[in-house]
């Protein structure tokens, strides 16, 4: 299988060593995401649903990027900051996963990479065969 290796054009991926999503055959992982944007500014600081709407955005982008869709999403991982509003956080996640219903895993954590990040996320999508 071909892996095919999608970067967001951030210098920090070649620094750390990651992509920011990674296609093996029809699958695809896309790594940890926070609600940091090109110039490394962090949106919707202090508000846990900004966050998540940009995060699940910027995941959509990785997506696309590798040949899939949100619609191909089959688990999300949601880690939570605390003082981040879990509830807020749901309701965005189903605002664009309602209908997709993938698996989920939303956990409180003692700390985020930044004091002001509430929210990461990851996601793992299955490309249907009528998509590749």
């Known amino acids: 299988m071909n892996r095919q290796n999608i970067s967001s054009g951030a210098d920090y991926e070649a620094i ?3 992509s920011r999503a990674v296609r093996l055959g029809n699958i695809v992982h896309v790594s ?9 500014a962090i949106i919707g600081i202090g508000d846990s649903a900004a966050q998540t709407d940009f995060i699940i955005r910027k995941i959509e982008r990785a997506l696309n990027a590798a040949g899939a869709q949100l619609a191909d999403v089959v688990r999300t991982r949601i880690y939570l900051a605390p003082g981040a ?3 807020a956080v749901s309701h965005v ?9 993938p698996a989920n895993t939303l956990l409180y954590i003692h700390a ?16 249907s065969s009528s998509q590749q």
């Not at 940890?32 to 490394?40: E, I, L, R």
């Open 32 to 40: 940890g995401t926070t609600a940091t944007d090109g110039a490394s």
């Open 85 to 87: 509003d879990w509830e």
């Open 16 to 18: 750390a060593g990651y």
């Open 112 to 127: 985020l990479v930044g004091e002001e990040y509430l929210v990461e996320m990851e996601a793992e999508a299955i490309i």
């Open 93 to 101: 996640h189903g605002k664009y996963f309602g209908d997709i219903r």
